[in-house]
T-cell receptor, first 109, second 114 residues
């Protein structure tokens, strides 16, 4: 299967700070998604971004498929951004989906 | 739309017992899947289905069975529960298999096997 590595594993920010989360993957993909798991365990899709750049409010994401990485940017962080951010990819061959181990973000007031 | 629903929310089993985790979606999605999430690890795919009557194994299928008799439902069966199956289980669905764009997740089932 595809190996998905996320960094950093843990991140603590002061409210208002910016951050960049990284996702590296080991093979070509036809699907890449970023998810936020809130403190209650619910997984919410943030971006579907197999290539290119997208923005949604204070969040944006960029995937460089040829170099096999994706970045998630969080600007002006808020306490509600706390939780675990997962990157997940789908293989070009087959129908499986592979998750990274996540970045745990804590935003302090 | 209710989205993806899972029942039960919590379950405690004894070793050797069997049970079925229920998953349903009302979005007419082709693709459905089951994951388990263990502490310090990401989600790992157990089984998936690309349509009614079609299922396949993921990364960690041992000890689990699935079936997909309708588009809406995708139950996960634990045949003989083991403590190693203590985990949080998530069901997910997406519209198509070809692009698998946005995946929608259920709220999860927290399972403890004693």
């Amino acid at each position: 299967g595809i190996q998905v590595e996320q960094s950093p594993p843990d991140l603590i920010l002061q409210e208002g700070a910016n951050s960049t989360l990284r996702c590296n993957f080991s093979d070509s993909v036809n699907n890449l998604q970023w998810f936020h798991q809130n403190p209650w365990g619910q997984l919410i899709n943030l971006f579907y971004i197999p290539s290119g750049t997208k923005q949604n409010g204070r969040l944006s994401a960029t995937t460089v498929a040829t170099e096999r990485y994706s970045l998630l940017y969080i600007s002006s962080s808020q306490t509600t951004d706390s939780g675990v951010y997962f990157c997940a990819v789908g293989s070009n061959t087959g129908n499986q989906f592979y998750f990274g181990t996540g970045t745990s973000l804590t935003v302090i007031p | 739309n209710a989205g993806v629903t899972q029942t039960p929310k919590f379950q405690v089993l004894k070793t050797g017992q069997s049970m079925t985790l229920q998953c349903a979606q009302d979005m007419n999605h082709e693709y459905m899947s089951w994951y388990r999430q263990d502490p310090g690890m990401g989600l790992r795919l157990i089984h998936y289905s690309v349509g009614a009557g079609i299922t396949d194994q993921g990364e960690v299928p041992n000890g689990y069975n699935v079936s997909r008799s309708t588009t809406e439902d995708f139950p996960l069966r634990l045949l003989s529960a083991a403590p190693s199956q203590t985990s949080v289980y998530f069901c997910a669905s997406s519209l198509t298999t070809h692009r698998r764009d946005t995946q929608y997740f259920g709220p999860g089932t927290r399972l403890t096997v004693l």
